[in-house]
């Protein structure tokens, strides 16, 4: 899911967290753009990467939080 730098939406999506890259901003628009059917083992899957990452970065990253805050606009 490519998101417009101008739009509102970014800045939910762009981090202020420490430690937050590249590589995880670009998981979580994926975890975003499944819409009702996101799952943090969709995503390990998709990145090939283990579930315990994903959850650990969904987490870390508040991948929740901002997913509601994104459909709360």
Known sequence: MATNP???QADKIASNYQGETKEHI???????SMGEKRS????????GKSKATVQ???LRYEWHA???AIQEE
Do not use: G, K, M, T
């Open 26 to 32: 670009a998981a979580f628009q994926l975890y975003l």
């Open 56 to 58: 650990n970065w969904s």
């Open 66 to 68: 901002r997913v509601l």
């Open 6 to 8: 101008d739009s509102p």
């Open 40 to 47: 943090i083992a969709a995503v390990a899957n998709h990145l």
